[in-house]
Structure formats: C-alpha cells, structure tokens
C-alpha cells in the first residue's frame, strides 16, 4: 500500500535522527509528532501559539513517560531563540484539529521559522513540511511556501514533493528537504 505523506515524513526524519540529535517540532499541535521526534531524538524543542496542542502534547508525552522535549508557548518564529543546531524539523501547516480553526499558520511566521531552521540545519539533515491547504489562507500559505522551496539552491538543498495527484478537494502533501552542505555564509 502506498504511503500516507504524514508517515512518510516521519519514514523521512527517522533515517536521520539517533539520541545525539536534536529535533523541532515547529507546530506542536496535538503532539503526536513531538512524541514521534523524542523517541528517537537526544532534544526535541516543540512550539505552538495555543495552550490546549501545549497541554495535550504534555499530556502525551506524560502517558508515554518521555522526558526529552521542551514545550514552548510561542510562535515557530522564535526558534532560533531557541536552538543551535538541528538534524531534524517538522512542520504541520493549517490549524489545530477540533480547536479553533480561525487559528492557522501563515506564510509571514513559517518562511521565518523555516529560514531559521535551515540555517541551523546540520549537512544532511532534514524538513519535512506536511502542506494542509483546505482552509481559508491555505492556498496563500501553500504557494508561498511553494515559492521558497522552490528556489532554494541546488547546490546546497535537495527538496522533493510528495501528494496525491488524483484526489478531488485539498489532499494535504509533504514537502522534504536535505541539506547537502553549508552555504556561503557557513550556515
């Protein structure tokens, strides 16, 4: 059967991250994807605007008894206050499932936090961006992001799309990214 993207980004991160490593979770949501990164990962720092994804993915992390992540009640934006050096990230764009859905990630905060998150990107490590795009804003969320993907530069970033091509609605798709070798600036 083939993949749903979700798990192939986690397939994706996995093949990278070991208990030396440290991780993002740049939308905690209901922390289904912090607990995935703490399993494997020495740090996992995990952020979201909303108290109830802090909540539950405390929650759930408590249930799993993982101890590994550091939750964060602010903007993904503020991840380079944050963290030096990443071998892994994962993004869930959209909105907080059965919370409010006027609360969505947009274009402003994400390129910054996924700006950060590359320059502090190790060679060889990873992004993995699940796109949902069926809500109000998604679609200018979707094709910004698409935009900067887009010219990253070759020489240093591998970026691959993985979706569904004969879905009808907005199937959410993933978008990966590799970092071949530091840029100019030694990021």
């Known amino acids: 059967m083939i993949k749903r993207p979700i798990h ?3 397939d994706f991160l996995a093949e990278v991250l070991d208990k030396e490593s440290v991780a993002v979770d740049a939308t905690m949501g209901n922390g289904n994807d912090t607990l ?16 109830q994804a802090l909540e539950r993915t405390r929650q759930r992390l408590k249930e799993a008894g993982i101890s590994n992540a550091e939750l964060i009640l602010e903007g993904h934006e503020t991840v380079g206050n944050y963290v ?3 071998r892994a990230a994962i993004f869930n764009l959209g909105y907080l499932p059965s919370a409010d859905k006027s609360v969505i990630t947009v274009p ?3 390129l910054s936090a996924l700006e950060q998150i590359l320059e502090r990107l190790e060679v060889g490590g990873r992004v993995a961006i699940m796109v949902y795009y069926g809500h109000e804003g998604g679609s200018y969320e979707k094709n910004a992001l698409l935009h900067y ?16 091509l004969n879905q009808i609605n907005t199937p959410p798709f993933l ?13």
Request: hydrophobic residues 40%.
């Open 108 to 110: 402003k905060t994400t």
């Open 149 to 164: 993907v887009e010219d990253l530069p070759q020489e240093y970033f591998t970026v691959m799309a993985y979706q569904p």
């Open 175 to 187: 978008i990966m990214i590799e970092k071949l070798k530091e840029t100019e600036n030694g990021n």
């Open 84 to 86: 030096d050096r990443i």
């Open 36 to 51: 995935f990164l703490a399993q494997l990962a020495k740090k996992v720092y995990a952020f979201d605007i909303q108290q």
């Open 8 to 10: 192939l980004s986690h």
